[in-house]
């Protein structure tokens, strides 16, 4: 018997219970990288946030569409789905910030959120 096969009986509040901070957190994390996307656009903000808009659109798209197919009724495809993702974004963030994940944190434990810019780094 493996992890996959094994009937996952989640109570929907305890789904919920999961889910709604999940997405809280996720939500605080586009409109700051969505400011952070803009900052050095100054003058063309409106076209920059279109851009932004419609590239995260078509990229959530591509990300999203995969996880919808294998969705059978449990939560375990979402949870893998968000860890899946989850992963990325740490691996992509620290390549781009040339850092560890183990480094120690800098301004309260966002030093992952720098992006390679001094002025967000300190």
Avoid: Y
Wanted: glycine content about 10%; aromatic content about 6%.
């Amino acid at each position: 018997m493996t992890l996959l096969s094994i009937q996952w009986e989640v109570p929907f509040a305890a789904f919920f219970a999961w889910l709604v901070p999940e997405f809280f957190m996720a939500r605080l994390g586009i409109g700051n990288l969505n400011a952070v996307a803009m900052e050095p656009m100054g003058h063309m903000a409106g076209l920059a946030a279109s851009i932004i808009s419609a590239t995260s659109i078509v990229a959530s798209v591509l990300i999203a569409g995969p996880n919808r197919l294998a969705i059978d009724g449990t939560p375990l495809p979402t949870a893998l789905g968000i860890l899946g993702v989850a992963i990325a974004t740490l691996t992509l963030i620290s390549r781009i910030n040339n850092t560890k994940l183990s480094d120690e944190p800098r301004h309260g434990g966002i030093a992952l959120l720098c992006l390679g810019r001094p002025q967000f780094c300190g």
